[in-house]
């Protein structure tokens, strides 16, 4: 089964706090691991992605944290802000083949000002 | 460059009936992929098309159907609509059938049966 389970379902955190989404996927064969923000009436964005091959990428104020052998990784946004409310997917994909991205369940953040 | 388009923005239906939704991918990008999204859920991959050829398809039933133009544009066809079938349906594109993971989201179609 090629799923990916998120957690938390909803989030609130204080304005300049640290926001943490965690996944776990449980197919092996995954090799393509992004994150997507998406505001209410639009579209999924690609926010960020990692390889397994790295255990971190960082841009700006998000950092993706990547554990191969736990099958896991965590989205983390440093000095969130208000306008970083939205929900947010982790997803999975493998490299070869069609380009099936597998999502998680969102999560819905809340940065309170 | 333009980005991923897709029209209506809103549609209702009457269970049992037809829709067509349709998507133009963004400039340059062969590639066009359909998801479904229900209410509080993440996207779940319909089928995707690549240079006018199914490839490669998701857990949805045959009445779920697709097409690509040659202009990479490309429709999906829902057929028999049943009310589980009230979701955002979004589309999105990429470069090419090799670039996992790059692709470009529309807005969607917020499709509505009753």
């Known amino acids: 089964q090629q799923q990916v389970k998120q957690s938390p379902q909803s989030l609130i955190v204080q304005k300049g706090g640290i926001s943490i989404i965690n996944c776990a996927y449980e197919n092996t064969a995954f090799d393509y691991f992004p994150w997507y923000q998406q505001f209410p009436g639009k579209g999924p964005a690609l926010l960020i992605a990692i390889r397994p091959d790295v255990s971190e990428k960082k841009e700006g104020r998000f950092t993706i944290s990547f554990n191969k052998s736990a099958k896991q990784f965590s989205l983390h946004i440093m000095d969130s802000q208000p306008g970083d409310s939205a929900t947010y997917f982790c997803?999975?994909?493998?490299?070869?083949?069609?380009?099936?991205?597998?999502f998680g369940q969102g999560t819905r953040l809340t940065i309170n000002p | 460059e333009t980005g991923v388009t897709q029209s209506p923005t809103h549609l209702i239906k009457t269970r049992g009936q037809q829709v067509t939704l349709r998507c133009s991918s963004q400039?340059?990008?062969?590639?066009v992929s359909w998801y479904q999204q229900a209410l509080g859920q993440g996207p779940q991959f319909i089928f995707q098309y690549y240079r006018e050829e199914e490839n490669g398809r998701g857990n949805f039933p045959p009445r779920f159907s697709g097409l690509q133009f040659p202009n990479y544009s490309s429709e999906l066809n829902v057929n028999a609509l049943e009310l589980d079938d009230s979701a955002l349906y979004l589309c999105?594109?990429?470069?090419?059938?090799?670039?996992?993971?790059?692709?470009?989201f529309g807005p969607g179609t917020r499709l509505t049966v009753t």
């Open positions: 997803a999975a994909s493998k490299t070869q083949g069609a380009q099936k991205l597998v």
């Open positions: 400039s340059g990008h062969n590639t």
């Open positions: 999105a594109s990429s470069l090419n059938a090799g670039l996992a993971g790059l692709q470009y």
